[in-house]
């Protein structure tokens, strides 16, 4: 019978932008057990409803995370304008939807540069993240940020977008289109990738429903669904279909980030066709008083944002679920049986957010 | 549509979150909030695109049963509730007791921790 070692992965690991730690108990090269534990930037963002007025915290709840950022000011302000009964104009809410796929756009882009980095496909990886420096100058253009854009605002937008720069967007979604093209094509059809993807990280879809998944990683494992069709800002208006896969596997995930990206391009290029002329900010007046839980697609998958208020400037809870913390209880099943060698490939396959998770 | 946060007592959350997985309902997430008079501790559940909210409200000190024998997921949110607020949760499948969140504060939003702050 061969003996049981634990070795440390993380928090600092060439795979990991972000600290997480796993202790991986392993038989030979074969782990069977994997332990998590998180906290070890965890900055209590949360507590601050108690001292911020509720609209200062729309610049908190932006700073959660660089990457997802747009979403989790578009989930706070979405959960208080509930509160508040406020309705966003039909503008603003299409504006929303615009720079959520972009945001979308660049953080798949982004993993799929960090998976090609994990499996050690360097070219790859600096390929995506030129293709993502488009989306970010198209961030930039229209906020003013690239990755915070503090643009967001309880009862809409702070500022409007030009169509003319709506429209200058098109064109350059043609050509990411088109680059992107070849290196899914890379992701998806060569073999030495395929090799470090396919039958990694089986979950079938009952497992991934059982623990809770969500996002491409519950997409990969055939299980449709996406919380965009809740229908919130201007989704209902779009066209646009759940990707999924079959091949619960690392694969399976990857398939479903990259045609995502595709997906945000369609709806991008019918939302900028749609939008009507109009104001983007309507009056807020008086405080919140009441409870509210926003549930929405980010990147990762869905996020939960809960605000309770009490009729003052201050409010008494914000507590946000993230895609990442829900898929923990995913990975650590995922990392049970599978070799050493594969452990940074299915920590990339989550898409950890160690950000949002440590908010 | 205003949603529902429907209360019940701590002592029947097994039964009512047993009839939620009858009828086929996911775990969406569990959170608790420091309130005045103690803890209340939310449970979201999904089936499909539509939730159900259960609210439970504890006081300082008190135990609450674990759900995670229902929901496997439920051991990571009742770890981070008992980490981050100091509530103690009995029968987590895989209770890290404490371990979870490596905070240099232990049980931050506590009523503990909130009441020394407040003293200093």
């Known amino acids: ?359 | 549509m205003e949603q529902e946060f429907r209360k019940v007592s701590h002592h029947s959350i097994l039964s009512e979150v047993e009839t939620l997985h009858e009828e086929r309902y996911r775990l969406i997430q569990i959170c608790a909030t420091t309130v005045k008079e103690g803890y209340e501790i939310l449970y979201t559940f999904g089936k499909g695109y539509d939730e159900v909210q259960v609210k439970i409200h504890t006081d300082p000190g008190e135990h609450v049963q674990s759900i995670s024998r229902i929901f496997p997921p439920a051991w990571l949110y009742e770890n981070e509730i008992h980490d981050l607020h100091g509530i103690e949760i009995d029968g987590i499948t895989l209770d890290f007791r404490g371990g979870l969140y490596r905070t240099k504060v232990k049980a931050p939003f506590s009523h503990e921790t909130l009441d020394n702050k407040e003293g200093k």
Not at chain 1, 253 to 264: D, G, H
Not at chain 1, 287 to 303: D, I, K, S, V
Request: a negative charge; charged letters at 25%.
């Open chain 1, 1 to 359: 019978m061969s003996s049981r070692s634990v070795i440390p992965f993380g928090p600092q690991h060439p795979v990991l932008p972000e600290p997480i730690h796993l202790d991986l108990v392993l038989e030979d090269e074969k782990v069977v057990e994997a332990v998590p534990s998180i906290g070890f930037v965890h900055r209590g963002l949360e507590s601050l409803v108690t001292k911020k007025d509720f609209k200062e915290m729309v610049y908190v709840a932006e700073r959660i995370c660089g990457i997802c950022s747009f979403g989790h000011g578009f989930g706070y302000c979405d959960a208080v304008e509930h509160i508040m009964d406020i309705q966003v104009t039909e503008r603003a809410n299409y504006l929303r939807t615009i720079l959520f796929e972009l945001s979308r756009m660049h953080s798949h882009i982004l993993w799929l540069g960090l998976m090609a980095d994990a499996f050690g496909f360097e070219n790859l990886f600096m390929d995506t993240w030129r293709i993502r420096e488009k989306v970010l100058d198209m961030l930039e253009a229209a906020t003013g940020g690239r990755v915070i854009f503090s643009i967001l605002d309880v009862g809409g937008l702070r500022k409007d977008i030009p169509d003319d720069m709506l429209k200058g967007f098109l064109p350059v979604l043609k050509d990411i289109e088109k680059e992107l093209a070849v290196d899914i094509r890379t992701f998806l059809n060569d073999g030495a990738v395929k090799s470090r993807l396919c039958g990694v990280g089986v979950l079938s879809a009952e497992e991934v429903e059982n623990l809770g998944c969500c996002g491409p990683f519950l997409r990969g494992s055939g299980v449709k669904r996406d919380s965009r069709k809740l229908g919130y800002a201007a989704y209902d208006d779009i066209d646009f279909d759940i990707v999924t896969s079959t091949d619960c596997d690392t694969y399976g995930r990857t398939y479903v980030r990259a045609n995502e990206i595709l997906q945000s391009i369609r709806i991008i290029r019918q939302a900028v066709e749609k939008i009507p002329a109009g104001e983007v900010m309507v009056p807020v007046k008086g405080f919140p008083n009441g409870e509210h839980m926003t549930r929405l697609e980010q990147p990762r998958g869905e996020a939960c944002y809960y605000v309770k208020a009490n009729g003052t400037k201050f409010l008494e809870r914000m507590r946000v679920r993230t895609p990442t913390f829900a898929n923990i209880p995913a990975l650590t099943q995922t990392l049970q049986g599978c070799e050493l060698a594969d452990v940074p490939i299915l920590v990339v396959a989550i898409d950890p957010c160690i950000s949002c998770t440590e908010r």
